[in-house]
């Protein structure tokens, strides 16, 4: 099946710094990923939707400049968490849709999630 | 997109059939409806979807009903791996090319869990 990947699984970062995490669709172009949140006990929320070549519209409530989302390509997207401060910490999981075609399938799938901690 | 509702949670011997409950009364025409499901500390992942007929596949089954105002997912013979937080939800299929197609909305699930 298709494959949405994450990178890094987990991270552990100093309270004020920040944290890169990137999104892949292994075989399929996605000119559209979606990115989430996941608090302790609690369902997904979505974050922001992530356009290739143009700026990433963010859910109400979302920090746009917090949240910095980057779609350069047709198989990356990066979200880069911002001076992260402990309320940070959480499972952060993207997903992607193939928009070439290519799976014949516009199904939306998801990566396996990257847990932030911030200490 | 239709809101549904799910148990909290639900318990199922291992090999027995899992029959996972959905109510989505206020589902309009062109809604289908979603199954995923999200194993401890991973991303979710699809099952089945359906719009109006029953739909099967290497996974499972989703039984719907006539008037669609609720279905049901069935796991046939459920394992231990099967334990995980199932997710039932409603959405249109109607702009499968726009940019926010593929986005969606989570509630708060089913908690399966497969005991020996």
């Known amino acids: 099946g298709a494959v949405v990947s994450q990178h890094p699984s987990r991270v552990i970062c100093k309270s004020g710094t920040s944290v890169k995490i990137e999104c892949r669709s292994l075989d399929f172009q996605a000119t559209t990923m979606f990115w989430y949140r996941q608090f302790p006990k609690q369902s997904l929320m979505l974050m922001a939707t992530s356009n290739e070549g143009s700026k990433a519209t963010y859910e109400q409530g979302v920090e746009k400049d917090k949240f910095l989302i980057n779609h350069a390509s047709l198989t990356l997207s990066t979200l880069t968490v911002t001076s992260a401060h402990p309320e940070d910490s959480s499972f952060y999981i993207c997903?992607?849709?193939?928009?070439?075609?290519?799976?014949?399938?516009?199904?939306?799938?998801f990566g396996q999630g990257t847990r932030l901690t911030v200490v | 997109d239709a809101k549904t509702t799910q148990p909290t949670s639900m318990d199922c011997a291992e090999g027995r059939a899992a029959n996972l409950p959905c109510n989505h009364s206020t589902i309009s025409g062109n809604e289908y409806v979603y199954w995923y499901r999200q194993i401890h500390s991973q991303g979710p992942q699809y099952i089945i979807h359906g719009l109006k007929n029953n739909e099967t596949n290497e996974m499972a089954s989703l039984i719907i009903t006539e008037d669609r105002k609720s279905s049901t997912l069935i796991l046939p013979h459920a394992t231990l791996r099967d334990t995980a937080v199932y997710y039932c939800i409603v959405r249109s299929r109607r702009n499968a090319g726009g940019t926010s197609y593929g986005k969606l909305t989570f509630g708060q699930g089913t908690i399966l869990t497969v005991h020996p």
């Open positions: 997903s992607a849709r193939d928009s070439s075609g290519t799976l014949g399938n516009t199904e939306a799938f």
